[in-house]
């Protein structure tokens, strides 16, 4: 960055092309001592942007980008947190653990982190690591289309419905989702109807990457 980017953990910035249009991109990292903005972004093949990304984006090579945008960020409160994610929605809410840990936070938080296969929890080492460190977080991996070499052994179906599995009532809770639309917009109307979960405690991202249009 070629100035102190200031910003929420949980908002985004936009990357200009050249033709004008736009890929929108979350902070993965809250804000410290550098000035450095952390970016997860999958390579969505025959993508404008990740195309260029992977294979001709240089060290030191000038990208122009607006932000910070959204209203996604952390609320105040005392009630506990479930943290939602599908595929690289998981940045934010990285941001977000970041920014408790550097609260020295004390509210139970559990993060539900879902994928089709084991390999799109990308950070899982990353997150096992935090569960040590954190005695207030804990960590629902859920994979949704496994195959048998996988071997995966852990929770499986959608997302969403794993954290309904363990919390029948979310009346007392915050909820912050990101990540495919299908998987955020069902959540909400999910959470609400079926745990009683208050329309204003449940907190998501309203754009959408490309890669979240083609259901990554």
């Not at 997860?40 to 993508?47: A, E, K, N, T, V």
Request: some cysteine; overall charge negative; proline content about 6%.
């Amino acid at each position: 960055a070629t100035q102190n980017f200031r910003y929420h953990p949980g908002q985004y910035l936009e990357f200009i092309l050249r033709d004008g249009s736009r890929r929108s991109y979350s902070m993965a990292n809250a804000p410290g001592e550098s000035p450095e903005a952390e970016l997860h972004i999958r390579h969505m093949p025959g993508g404008k942007f990740t195309d260029h990304a992977f294979s001709a984006l240089k060290e030191r090579d000038i990208l122009r980008a607006e932000g910070p945008f959204g209203s996604f960020f952390l609320r105040e409160g005392e009630q506990p947190i479930v943290l939602l994610a599908s595929g690289t929605g998981f940045a934010p809410i990285k941001a977000l653990i970041e920014q408790l840990e550097q609260q020295n936070n004390q509210r139970p938080a559990v993060l539900y982190w879902g994928g089709r296969r084991p390999q799109d929890l990308y950070l899982h080492d990353w997150v096992m690591a935090a569960t040590q460190r954190l005695p207030w977080l804990r960590y629902v991996p859920v994979v949704s289309d496994a195959l048998p070499e996988d071997g995966w052994t852990g929770r499986t179906g959608f997302v969403h419905r794993a954290v309904l599995e363990d919390h029948a009532d979310l009346r007392g809770h915050q909820v912050y989702a990101c990540g495919a639309p299908i998987v955020v917009e069902s959540a909400r109307r999910d959470f609400v109807l079926e745990a009683g979960l208050p329309d204003e405690q449940f907190f998501a991202d309203a754009f959408t990457s490309e890669a979240d249009k083609h259901g990554a």
